[in-house]
């Protein structure tokens, strides 16, 4: 068994992490330690002095003028619930698109139990969103459209400033889940006429798992009820949730630790520069694919090429049990990949893929040329070997 081991799961989690960020969490576990809003001593204040600072790079990253709108949660999932469950009321109705993810799809189908309903508006075989579609399925009962920035299944990228444009021109609410995107490509709220980007610190911001967040606007801010409520170190004298932000979606003590390691993690993007990563993972994309094609046996599944395309790649084997051949490549080659349906089961619905599912194979800055080479040479092998011909 080789036991050298090539990391191709990027789009679950970013590996490795800029060593900035580990440290960064260490020291602070070690020599910091305080909470914020609560202790009155310098430590306390150093600490919530670099939430904040936390806060404002992110506004910078996403073009968004208010880091009071900045909300911590836990991840993108925690994220995407907060608005569509504190927004969404008996009789409303959302607009989605056929290639979301189970963080978006399962508080959906969980609220329909509660009267609210959801379209979703169609996509093609390459997961290209139908813009010309969404005037045919307006309706009066329509509160918000919430849609995902770029499949993690094939990585197409969503048109988000077209989709803005028609959410303002209708009085929707523009609801943005940006776990594949953020950090990576520019996104930029003002111009985007976005209300809520939700996303995640642990994969294109290159953070740690369990710290997330969403930058939200006022307005929509004030229509949501807040999940959860409790102590925020501010009006401590009353007992209501707090009327501003962001203390009213942020009680209890927040992931201070990984919100170090994410004010780490930022630095590190500010320094280097996302145009230089996104170019530099699209590259590896770029000569994957192109390896991809002179190999039989191998279905690509979406684009054929890098342009509107996250750095995600969908393959088939159509000789070969999917999960054995991601198998196969763990045990004989060290390489490591996603399979299976990758918690969008309509997404492989809408791109023919389902029950069956992919292999998943998805690009960091931190991969190199020859790690794809290998990929590609292993991907040969395994298509080469004699096995039945399975029928998607």
Known sequence: MNQ????????????????????????FIRYQGSNINRGTYSTAYETEELVFETREQLCRLFHFPHSKNVLFTANVTTSLNLVLKGLLKPGDHILTSAME????????????KQAITFTRIPCNRLGELDTASMEALLTPRIKALVLTHASNVCGTLMPLKEVGTFCRKHGLYFIVDAAQTAG?????????????LCFTGHKG??????????????????ELTPLISGGTGSISHLEEVPDFLPDRFEPGTLNLPGIVGLHAA??????????????????????????????????????????????????????????????????????????????????????????????????????????????????GALAASNRQTYIY
Do not use: W
Not at 10 to 24: H, Q
Not at 101 to 112: F, G, Y
Not at 184 to 196: R, T
Not at 325 to 340: D, K, P, S
């Open 4 to 27: 050298t081991k090539l990391y191709f799961d990027n789009a679950s989690t970013t590996f490795p992490k800029p060593e900035a960020v580990p440290t960064a969490m260490a020291d």
């Open 101 to 112: 993810h189970n963080a978006v799809m399962r508080p959906l189908v969980q609220l329909e």
């Open 184 to 196: 990576v490509f520019p996104i930029d709220m003002e111009d985007m006429k976005i209300d809520a």
């Open 205 to 222: 911001l290159l953070g740690p798992q369990g710290i997330g967040g969403l930058i939200i606007r006022d307005e929509l801010a004030m």
């Open 266 to 379: 930022l630095a590190y993007l500010e320094e280097t520069g996302m145009e230089q990563i996104r170019n530099r993972e699209l590259a590896l994309t770029n000569l994957f694919l192109k390896g991809i094609k002179e190999l039989k046996n191998i279905r690509l599944i979406g684009k054929a090429g890098t342009e509107n395309r996250a750095p995600v790649v969908s393959l088939q084997m159509l000789h070969m049990d999917n999960a054995e051949a991601a198998f196969r490549l763990e045990q004989e080659y060290g390489i490591l990949t996603r399979v299976g349906l990758h918690c969008a089961p309509n997404a492989h619905k809408t791109l023919g893929t389902y029950p069956t599912g992919t292999i998943r194979f998805s690009f960091g800055h931190f991969n190199k040329e020859e790690e794809i080479h290998t990929a590609l040479r292993a991907l």
